[in-house]
């Protein structure tokens, strides 16, 4: 029995989270592309929730969306009230349901929210 055996040396562990970490931050990015472009609803990712995007704050998926910056990010989930830091993935039900449902209220004032019209002003 002269049998040898090949050792493979592992992977360290700081290698392997990094890899990992890149991978999430690719899909994160295509994630956020998508959106930007209106290929992907933002309902639909907060409703589903992918694994790539339950670590990602709420304000950053938001601002993924075209002529969505900080400032309409915040006064926006001030109205739920949600801290912007808030990730996808620690959300309730009850949360993505509201946030959906806000969102969707955005988009038939074609994307000029409530609070954004100046008074007197009208939405022609």
Do not use: Y
Request: with cysteine; glycine share 4%; proline share 6%.
């Amino acid at each position: 029995m002269n049998a040898t055996a090949t050792i493979v040396p592992a992977v360290p562990q700081h290698l392997r989270a990094l890899q990992r970490a890149n991978e999430v931050r690719l899909a994160r990015a295509e994630l956020k592309r998508a959106i930007a472009d209106g290929e992907m609803d933002i309902a639909e990712v907060i409703l589903d929730c992918p694994p790539e995007a339950q670590s990602m704050a709420v304000a950053d998926l938001l601002m993924s969306q075209r002529r969505w910056g900080q400032t309409r990010c915040r006064r926006f989930l001030a109205q739920i009230p949600m801290s912007e830091k808030k990730t996808l993935g620690s959300m309730t039900e009850r949360q993505r349901r509201a946030l959906v449902k806000m969102l969707a209220a955005v988009r038939a004032t074609r994307m000029r929210p409530a609070w954004a019209i100046e008074p007197g002003s009208t939405l022609s």
